[in-house]
Structure formats: C-alpha cells, structure tokens
C-alpha cells in the first residue's frame, strides 16, 4: 500500500502521519503506509489541522476549500483529499527526496 491514491474522480487521497511541534512545516520521509509531516504548530483548538491543510493546499496549488480532512480530526494519522489537484503526491516527495 502506499501512501497515496487516487479516487474514482480523480481526487488525490493521501495517508499522513503527523508530529507536532516542530521548527518548520515540511513532509519528512515514510513512516509505514504513511507520510510522515512535521508541522510547525501545537494539537490545540484544531490549530495543527489548520496549518496542515493550508500547507497542503499551497503545495498543490488548491484554494483550501479543496483541501478536506476526511479522517483523523484529533489524531496523528490522518487521511486527506485534495479535489483536482493542480500537481501530483511528488510534490511533496520531492521534497525531502533532496
């Protein structure tokens, strides 16, 4: 399984595992079937689930209403799809790929 997948619609649906509390926002490396991101923001009042969206969202050159957090709302594995995406997962493996 991988970490990523596309619906019936075309939709990208990505599986995301998320650590809190770091210096910057980045995707760092797999962990299992997962992404592993790194956020620069604490779990508080949704806050982290903000900035990880509005990262997606600026990654895939989405507004961020195409951004939806479809499972995982308070905890660390997350499952997000992005709607017609403007670019592909490896804009966001390419990224600590180097």
Same mark, same amino acid.
């Given at each position: ?6 619906? +019936?619609?075309?939709? *990208?649906? %990505?599986? %995301?595992? @998320?650590? /809190?509390?770091? $210096?910057?926002?980045?995707?760092? =490396? ?6 592993? @991101?790194?956020?620069?923001?604490? #779990?508080?009042? =949704? $806050?982290?689930? /903000?900035? *990880? %969206? $509005? ?5 895939? &050159?989405? #507004? %961020?209403?195409? !951004?939806?957090?479809?499972?995982? &709302? ?5 499952? @997000? !799809? @992005?709607?017609? #995406?403007?670019?592909? #997962? +490896?804009?966001?493996?390419? +990224?600590?790929?180097?």
């Amino acid at each position: 399984m991988s970490w990523y997948r596309y619906d +019936d619609a075309n939709n *990208l649906v %990505l599986t %995301l595992h @998320i650590q /809190t509390g770091a $210096k910057t926002t980045e995707a760092v =490396g797999l962990h299992g079937d997962a992404l592993r @991101i790194k956020l620069a923001a604490t #779990p508080v009042e =949704g $806050k982290a689930n /903000t900035v *990880l %969206l $509005k990262f997606l969202a600026r990654h895939f &050159d989405v #507004p %961020l209403c195409k !951004v939806l957090l479809k499972q995982g &709302d308070k905890s660390r594995h997350k499952v @997000i !799809v @992005i709607y017609q #995406p403007n670019y592909g #997962p +490896d804009v966001l493996y390419n +990224d600590f790929q180097g």
